[in-house]
């Protein structure tokens, strides 16, 4: 029998990103999470071209507590 895929530990938190990605020069950004984010997404304009970027990743990264 399979054991259970372990979640996150209780005591950490989640922070959300969102990796903006221009298909014209290929410029990466990485941003937090916005309600309404998916992976291929229209996103914001590219800060070195000017193209429209998209949403290429939607992920967690876990923050352990301070304290």
Do not use: H, W
């Not at 291929?40 to 304290?67: D, F, I, W």
Request: with cysteine; aromatic share 6%; net charge positive.
């Amino acid at each position: 029998m399979m054991s259970p895929v372990p979640g996150p530990d209780k005591k950490t938190k989640l922070l959300v990103y969102t990796i903006e990605e221009c298909p014209a020069c290929g410029q990466k950004t990485k941003r937090a999470f916005a309600v309404g984010d998916y992976v291929t997404k229209e996103a914001a304009k590219c800060s070195k071209c000017g193209n429209s970027t998209r949403v290429s990743l939607v992920y967690a990264e876990g923050q352990k507590p301070s304290g």
